[in-house]
């Protein structure tokens, strides 16, 4: 297995019987592990077929619920600490949200999380060069990784334009008037289980082209310096390092290394690279 | 549901309990219809779990075995006629072929077909075109439709990237040293019933930048005339004429409108197009 499928690999790692899906009414929104459905069973979710059921309700109703039970797996300790920032609950990522629950808990509720990562690109007469960040070491997560030059996730109540123009902002000091020219260059999405239960991610991908003379600048403190590296040496480092970079970066660096043909259809795993990338359905 | 998302649903509408799995020894390679299961069963197949079963062997004898079979799948009127050109039998895309069988009946077997589809694009000061071609009126596949630039099966014995050649220059007039520059851009897959079987195509996508003044030629009679589209009128007949172009030439569309931000986060099915272009298994 070459090192670029070990990463498709790794983010797709689950074993469906480990999860029970939840819904609210009849809308299926997420998957938990079997110990937070037994807990969820107490805190006013019903068995309904297979999964759970959280009954129907107005938006702020659902929400603060599930802000509730949330508080109740924290006491049990099946529960992240909430981070005051909230995620939408969604049956499908372009459906309109049923309800928002804080993305400290996103993974233990197996909610589709939505994001984005942007490769910062610079074509040079030399060749082609990648920004990559290096993550804070006092992160709480990935400390010291390298990273794609600006990534976040979605959070309920902006566009994906808007949090984009936000996070280069404050990752990197990308102008607003920079950061507007990044490309949208489609989704990547996986299924992944995690000690805390299911991680389910979809993010939006975007090329960045800057002028050899922008230089990124740290600005919000998660990340400690950025490097601009030939493609080849990114290539390298995806390939043979499997720890180098936090672990989903490395999905955003192969979809572009495929759609810029850095990667070509002679690559032995080609077609399973290439159809890896993105589930049906998350 | 947007025109975009009409044409996945197109490609990808089967339903999976109509075929019967079909292996070489213990290697899956494709599905058949029930009435040609029943009927490989009179031919050497045997029933093997939930599939059936040809007894492994030699690449030469399992292909010769298959050609016999093909044949009385035509005396049967379950066949069409063969074409001569031979595609692999495989496990997996990335995997070494088991046997060949003609391109004919690839579908009957429901056999993983190879291909590729091109989009030629000239990047001009008033914009970015496409060019598009018009499939000639006395072809037995799709008269008279809109097809992309140049695309093409991908027959066993030939790289990739000498496929791209042979076809570009039989299709299009599109000299060597000009379409080694198409970059790769990955795959896109799907299942689709059709009347014969079980149609399981991965193509590659390519894009080809081509100089404003360079015009293609319909060199070996496939395509009758060519012509240069603006990409916003390209999207408008993808969007809103659903048989204009060739069934999966749409789908290389849209990759590309994905790929280079035509169609951006803000479209309503914009991750149920971006996830649905691909198959994790063709």
């Known amino acids: 297995m070459s090192g670029y499928l070990h990463h498709l690999r790794i983010c797709n790692?689950?074993?469906?019987?480990?999860?029970?899906?939840?819904?609210?009414?009849?809308?299926?929104?997420?998957?938990?592990?079997?110990?937070?459905?037994?807990?969820?069973?107490?805190?006013?979710?019903?068995?309904?077929?297979?999964?759970?059921?959280?009954?129907a309700g107005p938006f702020e109703d659902v929400s603060k619920k599930l802000a509730e039970?949330?508080?109740?797996?924290?006491?049990?300790?099946?529960?992240?600490?909430?981070?005051?920032?909230?995620?939408?609950?969604?049956?499908?990522?372009?459906?309109?949200?049923?309800?928002?629950?804080?993305?400290g808990v996103a993974t233990e509720f197996g909610i589709v999380n939505k994001g984005f990562h942007l490769n910062g690109i610079v074509r040079r007469m030399d060749g082609t060069f990648m920004w990559?960040?290096?993550?804070?070491?006092?992160?709480?997560?990935?400390?010291?990784?390298?990273?794609?030059?600006?990534a976040g996730g979605h959070p309920a109540g902006i566009s994906a334009f808007d949090n984009l123009l936000k996070e280069c902002a404050e990752e990197a000091g990308i102008p607003a008037e920079i950061a507007a020219t990044a490309r949208p260059t489609g989704v990547i999405s996986y299924r992944m289980a995690v000690p805390a239960g299911l991680r389910r991610h979809m993010f939006y991908t975007y090329d960045l082209e800057l002028d050899p003379d922008f230089v990124p600048e740290a600005v919000d403190g998660e990340v400690e310096s950025f490097e601009l590296l030939p493609v080849g040496?990114?290539?390298?480092?995806?390939?043979?390092?499997?720890?180098?970079?936090?672990?989903?970066c490395n999905l955003a660096i192969i979809d572009f290394l495929l759609r810029h043909g850095f990667i070509a259809p002679d690559h032995p795993d080609y077609f399973e690279l290439a159809n890896g990338l993105r589930l049906r359905n998350v």
Chains 1, 2 share one sequence.
């Open 13 to 55: 790692a689950h074993n469906p019987e480990d999860y029970r899906s939840w819904s609210i009414g009849a809308s299926e929104v997420g998957m938990v592990p079997h110990a937070i459905a037994d807990k969820l069973l107490q805190c006013g979710f019903s068995e309904n077929g297979s999964g759970l059921a959280l009954p």
């Open 69 to 103: 039970v949330s508080e109740r797996l924290r006491e049990a300790g099946l529960a992240a600490r909430a981070r005051g920032e909230f995620y939408p609950v969604l049956t499908h990522p372009d459906a309109e949200p049923l309800a928002v629950i804080d993305r």
């Open 132 to 150: 990559v960040a290096r993550r804070a070491r006092d992160k709480a997560t990935y400390p010291g990784k390298l990273d794609n030059m600006v």
């Open 233 to 248: 040496e990114v290539m390298r480092i995806v390939e043979s390092e499997p720890g180098a970079f936090k672990y989903n």
